[in-house]
């Protein structure tokens, strides 16, 4: 359990709390230990009580409180409330934009007690005419919902990719005779969102394999079907498909693949129904090996016939991370804990970039703060001499298009990434309006996370991603794809269209711990299903290139 798991269900009391119309004092005393928790530099779980009375930042009640949410997930006040709240009315509070106070009018004074109750209200009109609401609350409500309900039973990759590979763990020890298995499907193409885990194996006995599933309490809803099993495990759904040892190379090709990617190979021969891998298939098909996150349908097939397929961007091309949090802003460690971890790693460089000023709710940078910052970091790049510490800054993309900063102050940094942070809900229109003026300011390097959405969360802003892209062409500006899993943007079905057009593209972090730094590793995968290679990725450079790359910029 993480620090911000811990946060988020002492904000969930305070928010609950709020709703059932308790102490204004007490709700804000537990929203500010949320806060303060989830922004700790120190790991909570695993601490014996005396050992978190004695942390910086808490009381003996707040001590107590999470050495029962370390052992428990939950604490027996937290407990209280939930019993005394119906299930639908906390689903109601996961809504966007509806605060608990609002919450207890839908729910005490309209008498609804489900998502489903308040979007027929609202089809109705009646949260448009109910007090504190009004027209554009209700549509916004009816977006929300309509969200969530698209995004139900859905999953990060980032979230699954452990739990496969303890199913696969578990299926091997709870199956005699499994030779071969793997994740097939949409987790073998490592797609962004997952609904099940799909899993192929080659196995001696197939009813008895699905008896033997259905004894283990690790494994529930067993149910046989016509190549495999279906089932749950720990929470999540998942298809298991067995085979004969014989067929499942082909079968592994088959299940992997969309159909858009099996059309277009057209008519398989059965000679390679049996043979002993991938690769010998695609070469009995006269094509070069596609990579199974390539598999969409989306013109690999054609390149691998005509053997013009590139070779993709790996995990250990990437010399270093840019766009990183540190405590400057709203980051967990200080810049030297940051560097000292990238130097652990093997990186040769790392990129800061913390907010700016506009940013005040991630304590942006005012400007005589980034004088001491650049101090700083002059003074370590002087204390690890094999190491180097470029001057960035995440800088805000105003309404109007405009920067942050002025642009003597822009030009005092190594690299620049414009981002928007702020009123979202625009337009097509207005958020180019604003993509496109930081993207012509001549000290953008980077345009951040171009349309700001968090995947199953959050909607992106809609943008003309090819005039996008052709902007950031004409401009020398790169193109992030941000590699936080809730984020994934640029998306990787527009990758190859940007690369047709020569623009660079960075696999960004955008670290605030040092944890954030393994994300590279998931934009790195959606980076190869779009087909990216090291040259057309800056932070494949080395240090003296990208060095190079930065002042000619």
């Known amino acids: 359990m993480t620090n911000s798991d811990i946060a988020d269900i002492l904000k969930h009391y305070a928010d609950l709390y709020e709703l059932h119309d308790g102490n204004p004092f007490k709700v804000k005393q537990f929203a500010s230990a949320s806060f303060r928790v989830d922004k700790m530099g120190v790991t909570l779980f695993g601490k014996s009580i005396e050992e978190l009375e004695k942390t910086e930042g808490l009381n003996k009640g707040l001590a107590a409180k999470i050495f029962e949410i370390c052992n428990t997930g939950s604490f027996a006040d937290l407990n209280d409330l939930l019993a005394n709240t119906p299930e639908g009315v906390i689903q109601i509070m996961r809504i966007k934009g509806i605060g608990p106070k609002k919450v207890a009018h839908i729910w005490k004074e309209l008498g609804i007690e489900s998502i489903g109750e308040l979007l027929y209200a609202c089809k109705e009109n009646r949260l448009a005419q109910a007090k504190g609401f009004g027209l554009k609350s209700q549509l916004n409500v009816i977006k929300e919902i309509e969200f969530i309900f698209a995004s139900a039973n859905k999953f990060h990759y980032a979230k699954l990719e452990p739990i496969a590979n303890l199913l696969i763990n578990d299926l091997q020890k709870h199956i005699s005779g499994i030779k071969q298995i793997s994740v097939s499907g949409d987790m073998r193409r490592r797609c962004e969102i997952i609904e099940r885990i799909q899993i192929t194996a080659s196995v001696a006995n197939r009813p008895e394999a699905i008896e033997s599933i259905s004894q283990q309490p690790l494994f529930s809803a067993v149910l046989p079907s016509e190549r495999g099993l279906s089932g749950n495990y720990g929470g999540y759904p998942f298809d298991l498909l067995m085979f004969d040892d014989s067929e499942f190379a082909y079968q592994l090709f088959l299940n992997t693949a969309t159909q858009e990617h099996l059309e277009q190979l057209g008519t398989l021969p059965q000679s390679i129904q049996n043979l002993n891998n991938e690769n010998e298939i695609y070469t009995a098909l006269c094509m070069q090996y596609i990579e199974p996150e390539m598999r969409e349908g989306r013109g690999e097939v054609e390149k691998a016939k005509s053997h013009s397929l590139p070779k993709l961007i790996e995990l250990i091309d990437l010399k270093g991370p840019l766009h990183n949090h540190s405590k400057w802003s709203d980051g967990l460690f200080t810049i030297e804990e940051m560097a000292k971890h990238c130097i652990s790693k093997g990186y040769q460089y790392l990129g800061m970039g913390d907010h700016s000023k506009s940013a005040f709710y991630a304590n942006g940078m005012k400007e005589f703060q980034i004088i001491e910052q650049h101090k700083e970091i ?86 003309d991603h090819k005039k996008m892209i052709d902007a950031c062409v004409a401009n020398r500006v790169v193109i992030e794809i941000n590699a936080n899993p809730y984020r994934l943007d640029l998306d990787w079905r527009w990758i190859d269209y940007a690369l047709n057009k020569g623009a660079m593209l960075s696999i960004n972090p955008d670290a605030h711990d040092l944890d954030g730094f393994a994300d590279m590793y998931f934009g790195t995968l959606v980076a190869r299903k779009g087909g990216l290679t090291k040259e057309h990725c800056l932070n494949a450079m080395n240090v003296d290139e990208l060095t190079a790359y930065f002042s000619s910029k």
């Open 378 to 463: 002059d003074a370590l790049n002087a204390k690890y001499p094999a190491f180097k510490i470029f001057k960035g800054i995440e800088c805000d993309i105003l309404y109007d298009g405009s920067m942050d900063y002025e642009n003597d102050v822009l030009a005092s940094f190594d690299y620049v990434v414009a981002s928007v942070h702020s009123i979202l809900k625009m337009t097509e229109e207005k958020a180019m309006q604003r993509l496109i003026g930081a993207i012509e300011n001549p000290h953008t390097t980077i345009l951040g996370h171009p349309t700001g959405r968090l995947l199953l969360m959050r909607e992106g802003y809609p943008i």
